[in-house]
């Protein structure tokens, strides 16, 4: 498999992550961090762009944008620094869905800017799990769907206590306190071909 860096993704493509019984990712958990759970899932599939999702018990939706609050200097530090997605051995991964309140909603976008990353330095602290930890932000509030954010990480196995402690660091900071709902599932690359060869995205 082609594990070259950064593979071009248009802006607004569709992404579908589809929880139910089929799937290539083998659910290891699914954890209410705060707010409404999601049903419990034994499997879960990600397609993307015009490809039909197969039925399942919850899809969430979302489209790659520019990320909201990222100055051109620290996007073009992400996308130093970021690898692709679908790299052969990252086969742990984490798709954390996540709704703010209307309290943030309801602020400047200039004070929401400097609670992400003056005060909780969000963009920092992601930059220091880099490359380790390969991660896509998909935006749903416009679609209408539960959840402003849906976010996605994969990595080796043996980075699982590096992603921990990136996800505890963030819950930490004063731009958790604004989030209403969050759940965080937890997954293994288990398809049911075996031999099925995972796509760089």
Same mark, same amino acid.
């Given at each position: 498999m082609q594990c070259g860096r950064r593979r071009s993704r248009r802006v607004g493509d569709m992404t579908s992550f589809v929880g139910g019984n089929v799937g290539s990712w083998r659910v290891l958990r699914v954890d209410p961090v705060i707010g409404v759970p999601l049903a419990w899932i034994s499997r879960l599939e990600v397609t993307e762009g015009q490809a039909?999702?197969?039925?399942?018990?919850?899809?969430l939706r979302g489209v790659t944008?520019?990320?909201?609050?990222?100055?051109?200097? +620290? !996007? %073009?530090?992400l996308e130093a620094r970021q690898e692709i997605l679908g790299r052969q051995s990252a086969t742990s991964a984490a798709l954390i869905p996540i709704r703010k309140s209307a309290a943030w909603w309801d602020l400047p976008p200039d004070e929401r800017r400097a609670i992400f990353e +003056? !005060? %909780?330095h969000h963009i920092r602290t992601g930059i220091e799990y880099l490359p380790a930890v390969a991660r896509r932000l998909y935006h749903s509030r416009e679609l209408g769907?539960?959840?402003?954010?849906?976010t996605?990480?994969?990595y080796f196995p043996d980075h699982a206590a590096a992603f921990e402690e990136l996800v505890e660091r963030l819950r930490s900071t004063e731009e958790w306190?604004?989030?209403?709902?969050?759940v965080d599932v937890r997954l293994a690359w288990d398809p049911?071909?075996?031999a099925t060869a995972r796509v760089p995205r």
């Amino acid at each position: 498999m082609q594990c070259g860096r950064r593979r071009s993704r248009r802006v607004g493509d569709m992404t579908s992550f589809v929880g139910g019984n089929v799937g290539s990712w083998r659910v290891l958990r699914v954890d209410p961090v705060i707010g409404v759970p999601l049903a419990w899932i034994s499997r879960l599939e990600v397609t993307e762009g015009q490809a039909q999702p197969p039925p399942g018990t919850w899809v969430l939706r979302g489209v790659t944008a520019f990320d909201r609050y990222v100055t051109p200097a +620290e !996007r %073009s530090l992400l996308e130093a620094r970021q690898e692709i997605l679908g790299r052969q051995s990252a086969t742990s991964a984490a798709l954390i869905p996540i709704r703010k309140s209307a309290a943030w909603w309801d602020l400047p976008p200039d004070e929401r800017r400097a609670i992400f990353e +003056e !005060r %909780s330095h969000h963009i920092r602290t992601g930059i220091e799990y880099l490359p380790a930890v390969a991660r896509r932000l998909y935006h749903s509030r416009e679609l209408g769907e539960p959840f402003d954010f849906l976010t996605w990480f994969e990595y080796f196995p043996d980075h699982a206590a590096a992603f921990e402690e990136l996800v505890e660091r963030l819950r930490s900071t004063e731009e958790w306190r604004y989030v209403e709902r969050e759940v965080d599932v937890r997954l293994a690359w288990d398809p049911p071909i075996p031999a099925t060869a995972r796509v760089p995205r």
